[in-house]
Structures are given as C-alpha cells and as structure tokens.
C-alpha cells in the first residue's frame, strides 16, 4: 500500500504551521466554486445549517450571511481547521449565529431530524465510508431538508487537476466519482429530488438531493397493509 504524501494529509486533515498555510489557500481557492455552487439552491433565512467539513470555515461565514435569523454549525474532524473556523467566524460566534464543533462525518454529533440545510464542500471525496457517511448526513437532515455537495474536481472532467487526481488515486486516498456515480451515491442514501450539475471544462460538480417528508417505501407499505 502506497503512503499519501505529506501534502495529500494536509488537504484531508490539515495540522500544525502547514496546516494552517493549507487552511487559508482553501478559503480563498474555493470560495468561487462554493458561491457557484450554492447558487443552485435556495437557502432560507431561518435555517438551520450545517457544513461538513468546514475547513477554514469560509463557507460558514457566506452561510452565517444568507441565514440572516438562522443558525450555522460547522463541523471538522481536524482540530486546525476547527481553530481556523472559528478565528474565520468570531463576530458570528459573538453574536450566537455559529457554533463550531469538532466531529467526523461517521458520527455527527447532533441529533436526528435537526438541519433544514447540510452542505460538504471539497471534503466528500475524504469521506472514510462514502455511503454510510451520507447515510449519517441524511439522519440528521430534518424531513424536507435539502444536502448539497460542491467540488471543484471529479472523476471524467476536462481539466488537468482532474486527469492529475484521477492518475494518482491510489497515492492520495481520495474516492472521485463520475457524474453517474454521484447520483448514485444520492440514490442508493435514500434522497429525492437528486440533481446534478456540473462544468467539466471547470471541473466544478454540484449534486443537491432532499430527504423525504416520508420514507420513501412508507407508500408501498401502506400499500402492502390495505391489501
């Protein structure tokens, strides 16, 4: 098995000086590509949201601003990006609009039924277990509620980041999927309404899916039961 590079660990759990250096370029490389891809939905001023993966907590703050009377959570497993949103967010914090948490996507800490809104920026292809991971997000998801995922590379597009990561895959750890394969990966979690969309000669992918306000065998059941 190949070691990742001390580089690729950065990107997926960033620590220390070079953590920090990583933390910053994310909130700058990727602030086009999450306002690009949060234009594709609609985001309430009451809601109640959580980013996975927060990062350097860049997409708290544009969120914190759109949820003008709601709530914003972010959520990271490395304690660097954690340190890093908060310094991001502090006037938010002050004013009781953002928590941060330290968490992995495996195990939210959070309740079921809690977000109206969950969005994953440039993380989901870190995921330890994507399938079961988007079954954790869907839990806490209240019925109705919407999940966005937004990246700025995926398996199949034009650029030359993308034909770089697909080569090497096996170095980096990363789990980078087609177009197909991100529907899939909305369909087989149970999500509705699933929609992909994406750039390819940009390389940017954005795929939005709803939880039920039922689950989605409750008709055939119900169905079942009558007969």
Known sequence: MTSKTPRVMQCQKPSGWLGRLVLWNMNSR??????????????????????????????????????????IYGVDYSPASVAAALRENKQWIHMARVEIREGSVSQLPFSA????????????????DLPRDMGEVFRVLKPGGTLIIIAEIFKGAKTTTAKLAEKYLPISGMKLLSIDEHRELFDNADFSDVNIVAESGKGWICGTGRKPLEPKNSASDDAQKSA
């Open 113 to 128: 039924d809690t977000f109206d809104l969950v969005t994953a920026v440039e993380t989901h292809f870190w995921w330890p």
């Open 30 to 71: 990727h602030s086009k590509v999450t306002d690009w891809g949060l234009s594709h939905i609609s985001v309430d001023k009451h809601d109640i949201v959580l980013d996975v993966g927060c990062g350097g907590g860049r997409t708290v703050n544009k969120l914190a601003a759109l949820a003008s009377e709601g709530k």
